[in-house]
């Protein structure tokens, strides 16, 4: 009895989040646990949809204090980021995204593999190198990053943030494919060396499609972090290889803020990503869940 009435607080509150199917179902979620996944949802996405509509206003409205949502709408701002040329900024920030991210991937599934399918002597140790790459702060190794640079005579230059993309995201990939790669079936694997498939064989035909969603997963997380990346930009880059968080800077002077030109310019510059992400959604929550639940 004592058992009973301690956990009847506890099985009341599991009832109320959830409740069976009428027709004998999983259980679904409560009304009450949905309104209160969407009170979440609408509070993280406040500031994205402020900082989009503040784009379509007048510096004068946007500087206001309260704020007035209900401004006039204009694509001034718009026009002015195109007058002051962003494109070059955004095709640096493309091109470091994208070759950082094909670099990375074309080197972590070898490695991923061999740590997974075909595991090497060690391999534990091996991951642990990987891992401890990422103990080092960034900002530590920007001095010795910079110097060496500058000695090899290639600071302002895209190649240098794709090398450096490529090193800094290289270790999570290996991480995020071994795990991946682990749930690869190994009759599969079996089945392709009986009919003489060689290793690259494998890689593409076998081990890339039962991925893929593993593979759209890391490729998505390293583009955000290659997209997003600013400290190395900022330090190694001058007026060729600008990306695109550094021309958002240039809205931050002495006169003042331009917040309404920042907010123009933060949107344009989240399209990519947010278009990328909604473009691979499905197989990016697959890929993220697999191997969570057995």
């Known amino acids: 009895m004592t058992h009973a009435a301690v956990a009847a607080p506890g099985t009341r509150f599991k009832k109320l989040l959830r409740r069976k199917d009428d027709r004998g179902g999983a259980p679904k ?8 996944a969407w009170l979440a949802t609408l509070a993280f996405f406040a500031p994205v949809a402020w900082m989009v509509l503040t784009s379509f206003h007048q510096e004068a409205d946007a500087a206001t204090n309260p704020p007035t949502p209900f401004a006039p709408l204009t694509f ?8 002051r040329d962003i494109t070059p900024f955004l095709l640096n920030s493309v091109m470091a995204s994208v070759l950082s991210t094909l670099l990375v991937l074309a080197l972590a599934v070898p490695a991923a593999y061999a740590l997974s399918i075909k595991p090497v002597e060690k391999w534990t140790d091996v991951m642990f190198f990987f891992l401890s790459t990422k103990f080092l702060p960034a900002i530590a190794a920007l001095l010795p990053v910079y110097l060496i640079v500058k000695d090899a005579g290639m600071l302002d230059n895209v190649w240098t943030l794709v090398v450096l993309y490529t090193a800094m995201n290289l270790p999570i990939a290996v991480w995020m494919m071994r795990s991946f790669l682990a749930e690869v079936p190994k009759e599969i694997l079996e089945a392709a060396e009986v009919d003489g498939a060689g290793l690259l064989t494998v890689l593409w035909r076998v081990v890339a499609p039962v991925a893929m969603p593993g593979l759209a997963a890391t490729s998505l997380i390293c583009f955000i972090f290659s997209w ?10 001058a007026t060729q290889a600008s990306t695109a968080p550094v021309f958002l800077v240039g809205f931050i002077t002495n006169e003042g803020l331009f917040l309404a030109r920042l907010c123009a310019a933060a949107t344009l510059v989240s399209l990519p990503v947010l278009i990328a992400g909604f473009a691979a959604q499905d197989k990016l929550v697959r890929g993220l869940s697999l191997g969570a639940v057995k």
Not at 29 to 36: A, I, K, M, N, Y
Not at 76 to 83: I, R, T
Not at 228 to 237: D, P, Y
């Open 228 to 237: 997003n990346e600013f400290m190395f930009a900022v330090n190694l880059t």
């Open 29 to 36: 979620l409560s009304p009450l646990w949905t309104f209160v």
């Open 76 to 83: 001034d701002q718009y026009e002015l980021l195109f007058s």
